[in-house]
């Protein structure tokens, strides 16, 4: 064997010994509290299926009613992690969750005319314990300030985005056409999901 096919069978070698850990995450910046904080509600199938219910459910009764939920709903969020961390963890039980998935469903497929003050109620109702039930999760060394603003900054978005698209989808529709239609057989498909959720809770 020459010296040089020699060298080129050890440098792997010598590289394999010398090898550090690769930091590929943010974990260890203190921005990364920020994204844990704006991905967790994410990665929840039970956030995703309230938050969505809640916009639609908004935007149903129109932007002029629907937009204070803008406001009201990241407030919410950080009012849950708030309590949390001032009254402790508290343990949001797998029946409230499902109910509130029941509700919101029930009311979609209704579709009553709910009040501004009745909506502002219900959104910073599910917004207090899905808040709660985020910061509980948070780790001891997470700076739960960054992991607030996270949490309120999705919650924003998610609820705008959310609204604006069933507010767009039922603009040019009456209350009696196909696109009411659609909206009531969301609501009955997630009222089935909460009543499942429920049983399984139970059952349990």
Sequence with gaps: M???????????????????PA????????LGDFYAGALHPLTDLQDLILWTALGVLAGSLGAAIGRWLVLIFPLGLL????????LGTATIGPVLNASLILVLGLLLAAAPRIPLAGLCMIAFSVALLRGAVNAADLAPQSDRLLFAAGLACVGY???TLV?????????????TGWRSIAIRSLGGWVAAIGLMMLGLSFAT
């Design 157 to 159: 978005v998610m609820i």
């Design 79 to 86: 009012a849950g992690m708030t309590a949390v961390h001032w």
């Design 2 to 20: 020459t010296k040089r096919a020699l060298r080129v069978a050890i440098a792997p070698l010598l590289l394999l010994l010398h090898a550090a």
């Design 163 to 175: 609204m604006a698209l069933a507010v767009a989808f039922m603009q040019p529709d009456s209350m």
């Design 23 to 30: 930091q590929a995450h943010i974990v260890s910046i203190r």
